[in-house]
């Protein structure tokens, strides 16, 4: 099963907040005029540049596996082979918000206006991976429609480049999946164009298939950890239905 499909929720600038915090700034912190009056001209720019769209395409465990494997150069112990062996389904998907934010954000470092840039990086990288969240949405309500997953089941992307996967298991991804149809291309390092996309694996599961002990010889390599917050968002979520 395949599906291509515009992403109308993420043509929209994110909100005012996830952008301060993903500039450093606090959320308890004073913001001056001149900051504000640029948040809100790269949202006006976002609106009218951003075009997002997505695609996801089903594949089976051992599929999933060979396309994980890629070239040979994952870490010799990585989480992600086990939590595809207990999924529920499976997908590989790519989602990008099209060439033109990209484009803008080049020319106004050019043009030297860095803090506009900045901005509207900031916004395009928040929705990127909104984009891939919507993606996981879309491909959980196709799961629970055919009855394949379950009401406690929840879809998480995982992406080459991260938590073992090395990057260059984006050649292999893209090959099997050909995101050229969103005019999503791959250069020899295997960075994406349009900057603004992303690409990975949509994994069905309870939240017990997602949880892994950070103890990976990569682990400590790590920068932002994003892991730890997927896995605290998931306890939340089953500690509020427990209640």
Not at 5 to 30: F, N, S, T, W
Not at 109 to 117: K, S, T, Y
């Amino acid at each position: 099963m395949e599906r291509i499909i515009p992403l109308e929720k993420a043509a929209g600038p994110p909100d005012r907040e996830a952008v301060l915090r993903a500039q450093g700034v606090p959320a308890d912190h004073d913001v001056p005029a001149r900051v504000e009056e640029t948040l809100i001209q790269a949202a006006e720019l976002y609106r009218t540049l951003a075009r997002p769209r997505g695609m996801f395409a089903t594949l089976s465990a051992e599929e999933a596996l060979e396309v994980y494997r890629g070239e040979g150069n994952n870490a010799a112990r990585s989480p992600l082979p086990g939590i595809i062996r207990k999924a529920e389904g499976l997908a590989l998907f790519a989602a990008t918000l099209g060439q033109e934010v990209s484009r803008r954000i080049e020319s106004l470092f050019a043009e030297g206006d860095p803090a506009l840039a900045c901005a509207l990086d900031a916004m395009a990288s928040e929705q990127a991976d909104y984009a891939a969240d919507l993606l996981a949405a879309a491909f959980l309500a196709v799961l629970v429609e055919d009855e394949k997953a379950g009401p406690h089941s929840v879809v998480l992307p995982y992406s080459p480049g991260y938590c073992g996967w090395h990057v260059t298991g984006q050649r292999t991804l893209f090959a099997r999946l050909e995101p050229g149809r969103l005019n999503i291309t791959l250069n020899p390092s295997c960075l994406m164009s349009p900057l603004k996309s992303v690409s990975g694996l949509l994994v069905a599961g309870d939240a017990q298939v997602h949880r892994f002990d950070n103890d990976f010889d990569f682990c400590p390599e790590c920068a932002s950890w994003p892991c730890r917050d997927r896995m605290a968002s998931l306890m939340d979520g089953e500690e509020r239905e427990e209640t």
